[in-house]
């Protein structure tokens, strides 16, 4: 998986991590049990700190995306079963945040069909 990080962006760089972590696990390009790299050798990679690097892990970790072992380091969890129900929590979370996507996309002159067809497009990206 190739990680990219925009040193620019007002994004911060451990977001971006995070989000790029996220979106590989989303995409399947790192899959359940698969151990991640080092947070020294994932700093050194990038070329940023190694605190940067252990805010993502923290970040991912606290939201469930991975585990910490003492002898494997970080590991990618498991998803959510075939035919279980969303975490509720993490559904009130994306409601609002499509809502603000929705109200951004709207001020910038989206239409609804649109908006849905970009929706449906990122997600099918998912989908393998």
Request: negative net charge; contains cysteine; hydrophobic residues 40%.
């Amino acid at each position: 998986m190739i990680i990219r990080i925009d040193t620019v962006s007002t994004t911060p760089i451990y977001v971006q991590l995070r989000n790029e972590i996220v979106k590989g696990i989303g995409r399947g390009e790192l899959s359940e049990g698969e151990c991640l790299p080092t947070v020294r050798q994932l700093a050194a990679d990038l070329g940023v700190n190694s605190m940067t690097v252990s805010k993502a892990y923290q970040t991912l970790k606290a939201e469930g995306f991975i585990e910490t072992d003492r002898r494997r380091g970080a590991v990618v969890r498991a998803g959510v079963q075939s035919g279980a129900q969303p975490d509720e929590r993490y559904r009130e979370k994306l409601e609002g945040e499509l809502e603000l996507l929705s109200a951004e996309a709207k001020i910038k002159g989206f239409g609804r069909e649109e908006f849905i067809h970009l929706c449906s497009m990122a997600f099918a990206g998912m989908e393998g």
